[in-house]
């Protein structure tokens, strides 16, 4: 065993290819500490794995190995596809090939950490933002120490699962003393042995860029203010801008904000725009002169100043989530972390026309189910979002529902136990979903696990469409909702197709919205085009006749 080296995997199969992000940030955690690190990155070795595991564990024995979990499952309703039996397998067979102690993480990972800690069989897990909590870990069994002396890290041994108490109740929650905000990450290109971020760039046409962590937020379906803290960590402007410079230099010129929303806390958002600016001013040979941005924004806040920096910066486009237009339904949906909603859908339009107005791409993503749905609400919602002068528009039907999510908590205190909650569905379940609130469950592990797992330990991820929606004939737990989806297609004039994403069933339209292994997208990274898929989506029927010609 090497003493000081620790090797983290990357077991992600699914393409087109995402940077693992985490990776970069906790080797540069873990160079900073005295630590050698390598990558052993399976994502372009996804029908050779086991090779090059193999390969990897007979030439190295690291004293610590890390496995990142970016995504459980694809969270799209109509798929339903679990990836974890593919990171169990790897990490199953990477443990016949060392002693190391594995420890795991990542958001996916955080949504359910002591259910996956017991599913993967593992020693270690880590909830939220890792770069500290995986060095204190390092640091304690290089140094022989118990790792019980490690704030937050969550332990599976002979006693069972649990979880070392912070000193500091509010970085449980928080987490922000937890990531380092004053440096850049070093980011690498063509080495073998760290996350290689052109190679990714190239087959995926996308860079990433973190500008803060956490979300103060509260809406009702989302899992990261759970998994990332709920709290804003800021990253210095210039430490944010360093890094893209970095990747720029490396050829990546289309980067993406992997911040919960780029627009939350727009102070510091408009920060980091002036940084960029700036720099841009002042050196005409600056690499920040190719840079394409792509960012995740909320509706508001957002105004005229915000738009024009984004423009002077370099945004290509911009991803905004509105989620519905009827204010009935975003009212305690969409919300602060006080409960009020920040924004109605005149902002959307705003939006959208401050964003034409400098040539910036939209899309809009409407997020359709959620309670108190109905054909009406749904159908109104449609004929907003198609009025809106936004380059791409997109709809989903139905929503994944997390254990520790607001919409995951109130279902499990609804069912409390004891009875199903109508709209709760999965394509797997073959009996009524029942959820218990954590209080009634056993263990943590337990009341996570039902979110993913039925009683004799089959994949049943669970989602949630409104009631109201089901057809003639359609009930129970496993139904599709395919009356609902028909009804979608039908709200959609067939002359604004080109521009929309809309959610697929099998035989109802060779189209498919899914990121995960979608044939167009595949086709679209191997003919060289670059940013947000989303961008190209438009075009695709263009795209696809050209590649086929």
């Not at 940077?19 to 540069?28: K, N, R, W």
């Not at 060392?98 to 897990?125: E, N, R």
């Not at 409960?339 to 959208?352: A, H, P, Q, S």
Request: hydrophobic residues 40%.
């Amino acid at each position: 065993m090497t003493t000081r080296l620790i090797t983290l995997v990357n077991p992600n199969l699914v393409h087109p290819p995402i940077t693992p992000y985490a990776l970069d940030i906790l080797t540069t955690a873990l160079e900073d500490a005295g630590f050698d690190v390598e990558v052993l990155d399976l994502t372009f070795e996804r029908d050779r794995w086991p090779g090059a595991v193999a390969d990897y564990f007979r030439r190295r024995q690291p004293m610590l190995v890390g496995v990142t979990i970016r995504n459980t499952d694809t969270i799209y309703p109509q798929e339903q596809r679990v990836f974890l039996s593919s990171h169990k397998a790897i990490i199953d067979y990477l443990r016949t090939r060392t002693t190391a102690p594995v420890v795991a993480g990542g958001v996916g990972f955080s949504s359910m950490p002591h259910a996956l800690v017991v599913y993967f069989g593992i020693d270690y897990g880590v909830k939220g933002p890792g770069e500290l909590t995986l060095v204190q870990l390092a640091e304690a069994l290089a140094g022989g120490e118990a790792p019980e002396t490690v704030p937050g890290l969550i332990i599976n041994d002979t006693t069972g699962v649990r979880q070392v108490p912070y000193g500091d109740p509010s970085a449980a929650a928080g987490r922000v003393s937890l990531v380092q905000r004053a440096k850049p990450y070093r980011r690498h290109s063509g080495r073998a042995d760290r996350v290689d971020n052109l190679a990714y760039f190239r087959r995926g046409g996308l860079g990433n860029i973190l500008t803060k962590n956490g979300c103060t937020f509260a809406c009702s379906h989302c899992l990261e203010p759970d998994a990332k803290g709920n709290r804003f960590a800021r990253r210095a402007e210039a430490a944010v801008v360093d890094e893209m410079e970095s990747l720029l230099t490396q050829g990546i010129q289309d980067l993406h904000t992997t911040d919960s929303e780029f627009n939350l806390n727009i102070a510091h958002s408009k920060a980091v725009l002036r940084e960029i600016v700036r720099r841009k001013s002042r050196d005409d040979s600056s690499p920040l002169h190719d840079l394409r941005l792509w960012i995740y924004v909320q509706p508001a806040p957002f105004d005229a100043e915000y738009a024009a920096l984004l423009a002077q910066a370099g945004c290509a486009g911009i991803n905004v989530a509105p989620d519905h237009s009827r204010p009935e339904l975003l009212e305690g949906w969409k919300v602060s972390s006080g409960g009020t909603r920040f924004y109605d859908f005149e902002d959307v339009r705003k939006l959208c026309r401050w964003a034409a107005e400098y040539g910036m791409a939209t899309m809009v993503e409407a997020l359709l189910g959620m309670p108190g749905e109905t054909p009406d609400t749904m159908r109104a919602c449609v004929a907003d979002f198609q009025s809106l002068d936004a380059t791409v528009v997109g709809y989903t039907l139905g929503i994944r529902v997390f254990p520790y999510s607001p919409l995951g908590r109130s279902l499990a205190a609804k069912s409390a136990g004891s009875r199903p909650v109508p709209g709760l569905q999965s394509n797997n379940a073959t009996e009524p979903i029942v959820l218990t609130p954590l209080e009634g469950c056993p263990d943590i592990a337990s009341y996570e696990r039902q979110f993913m797992f039925d009683g004799a330990g089959g994949f049943r991820p669970v989602y949630y469409f409104s009631p109201a929606l089901l057809g003639e004939g359609e009930r129970g737990p496993g139904q599709r909702y395919d009356h609902a989806l028909e009804r979608l297609w039908s709200y959609v004039p067939r002359s604004d197709r080109l521009r929309v994403m809309l959610p697929t069933a099998p035989g109802l339209s060779p189209e498919d919205n899914n990121y995960a292994d979608n044939p167009f997208l595949l086709r679209l990274t191997e003919l060289g085009y670059t940013g947000a898929y989303w961008s190209h989506w438009p075009k695709r029927y263009r795209i696809m006749q050209g590649a086929l010609a």
